[in-house]
C-alpha cells in the first residue's frame, strides 16, 4: 500500500498502520479524522464490487490477475460483486451505509429503492433495517413521530 497522509497532514496512515502525526490534534480534527477513515472503509466496498465488474468486462479472465491485488478472499470479492450487481449504482444512496445495500441486494429494484428511501428518511441502522426485512414489516406499517417521523 502506498503511505497517505489524511486530511490537514495531522496523521499518516501506512499498510499497517495510521499516526497521528500532531501532538496538538484538536477532538474535532481526530472526529474528521474518523469520518474519512469510516467514509473509506464504505466507499471501498462499492468500489472494489465495481472494479471487479468492469474489470472482467474490459480485460476478461486476464483481470484476475489484477484482482489480487485486492489482497481479499474469494468470499469477499464475491458479496462485493453480488451487491455491487443487485445494487447498481443508480440505485444506491448516499448517507447509507454499504450495508444497507448488502441487507436489500435480495429484493427487487422497486422494493430496493423503497427499503433504501424509508431507511435513509427514518436514519435508520443497518441492523434495524434487517431485522424489519426479517419481520416482513411493511415500510407503511411502521408508526413514526408526527413531529420529526422518525420510527417509533
Known sequence: MTDLALPDAHSHLSGVALR????????GEFEHLCGVLGALHEAVRFAIGDAIIQGEHLFGESAYQAFERFQLSE???KEY???AQRVPRSRRKKGLSWSHHRAVAALEPAAQKEWLKRAADEEMSHHDM?????NGTDPQEVECCPTCGKRL
Open 20 to 27: 497521528i502525526t500532531d501532538p496538538n490534534l484538536s477532538y
Open 75 to 77: 468470499e469477499a470479492m
Open 81 to 83: 460483486v453480488r451487491v
Open 130 to 134: 434487517r431485522a424489519a426485512l426479517r
